[in-house]
């Protein structure tokens, strides 16, 4: 079995799916009115920030580990990829009219909570390929954006009333 793909791919994945995060919460400061708002999304988008640049050093320095257990060569990297296009980091059309529906506090709450759901579920699918050196960083950011999506629902809650 040939290799699925190797760290600079995953650095290039995790990175580009917390640079949109970090550029998500971004616009989401300009479209919200509310000052309280403003501050969540503003440190968000900070942590997002230190997010990519974890993830840049943790793949930067490990190690090849031999790839999951697969039915046909290469599916677990065409599954990665298709979940990081289709999902969470988007081609750049479909994210323009997602991101064009998001006209307020509440909608870019809704966006940002699915991302963050999004973002949990993908670095848990790439623990696979990391060696057991580095699960307790990346537990650490899946932590942060559970974090993350805690304070998105709770201001929802606040707005949604």
Known sequence: MGNLFDATDIVQFAVRIEENGANFYRFAVQITKDDDAKKIFEKLAEEEVKHGKTFSQIFAAMEKSPPPTELFEGEYGAYLRSYVDNAIIFKKEALD???????????????????????????????????????????KIIAEERKHFCILTDLKAKYSK
Do not use: M, W
């Open 97 to 139: 009219q997602e991101l064009a529906l998001v006209k307020d506090t509440v909608g870019a709450l809704d966006f940002g909570i699915r991302r963050e759901l999004d973002s949990i579920t993908y670095y848990h699918e790439i623990k696979q390929l990391l060696g057991a050196g580095n699960f307790d960083a990346v537990d």
